[in-house]
């Protein structure tokens, strides 16, 4: 991100800290291929920061790389001397 923007290391670790931000420990960063990504971006958080009036905003967190699990059969059996849900 310092590279990117052209500010020094610690700038950018100072800002994340100020705004309680850090990166998480052995996370990739993806190069991102989508030209809108900033404009959507932007309309995301402004949600957030300014959301409209008796506004609800809700939050999907897509999982690319996981797949649901397909809930047509029957669940397991329950244990011996376990309580019903």
Known sequence: MAKATGISVSS??????????RAAPGAAVQALNDPKFANKLRDVVGL?????AHAVVLSVDEKSQIQALDRTQ????????????
């Open 12 to 21: 950018v670790q100072r800002i994340w800290h100020s705004h309680g931000l």
């Open 48 to 52: 957030y920061v300014d959301p409209p």
């Open 74 to 85: 029957p669940g397991l059996p329950m244990k011996k001397d376990a309580p019903a849900p």
